[in-house]
């Protein structure tokens, strides 16, 4: 037995995201998915917020209502890595949520990329556990249909930004020397924890996932540089933000 053995085609499970989350009414369709709680801080004094309903995950997580233009959006903050990611979002899904705008950071796997730089993942190695009981387990990439609408926004906002694969792994402390070769030689431009196993998600459920990734770290070159690792400032941080916000309002009908 092995995780490719893990994939059932049944499309019931003994535990279900409806048996922990119920649907909430008038719930945002387009959801905004943040890794900082500095954002979800900063949203939360803006006129009209509102608090929607609680992730429980030890702590209570508060999933928002925001008004954005002509548009009603939902936000909260994730946590790191697949598992956690994965099953916020399935609980999301449950109460309501058909789209999903996810942004955060990555480790650059090139040094031709400065610091903060764009990247629309248009596919995501599956290097950890979640999507391979979601997906069958024959194809190693999960590809992003929603990449060209969302580097069409990009292009519309007139920020620059490259295309290409993201290595999703769940080991932090194992992307070794082997292993970033071989991902680079598959195309792969980025690392992230997270975006293999919400796509994969997405698509059992049968709702819209979006994401693009800023680089923070580096791992080109053989060493590892910190490059702006901690170091973003809060204006950075709320532009990408804004980014976000604005390529969920124009994906929402």
Known sequence: MSILDAYDPAREAVLEPS???????????TVVVTFQPSL????????????????????????????????TLGLYQTLLGSA?????????????????ILFGSCGSLTRALPDGHLIVPTA????????????????????LDTAPRTAQVLTQLGVPFVEGRTWTTDALYRETRRNVA?????GCLCVDMECAACAAVCKFRGVEFYQFLYTEDNLGDNFWDPGLLGKLPQ????????????LARRVTP
């Open 40 to 71: 979800t801080q900063t949203a939360a004094n803006w006129p009209g917020t509102r608090v929607l309903v609680h992730l429980p995950v030890f702590f209570q997580i508060p999933i928002y209502a925001i008004d954005y233009q002509d548009k």
């Open 19 to 29: 048996h922990a989350a119920a649907p909430v009414e008038g719930f945002p369709e």
């Open 182 to 186: 071989r991902r680079k030689a598959e």
């Open 84 to 100: 956690a990611s994965a099953g916020m979002m399935e609980e999301v899904i449950a109460r309501g949520a058909r789209r999903f």
């Open 124 to 143: 995501a190695r599956r290097d950890e556990g979640v999507s391979y009981h979601y997906l069958p387990p024959e194809e190693d990439y999960i590809p």
């Open 235 to 246: 204006d950075a941080k709320e532009a990408y933000f804004r980014l976000a916000l604005e």
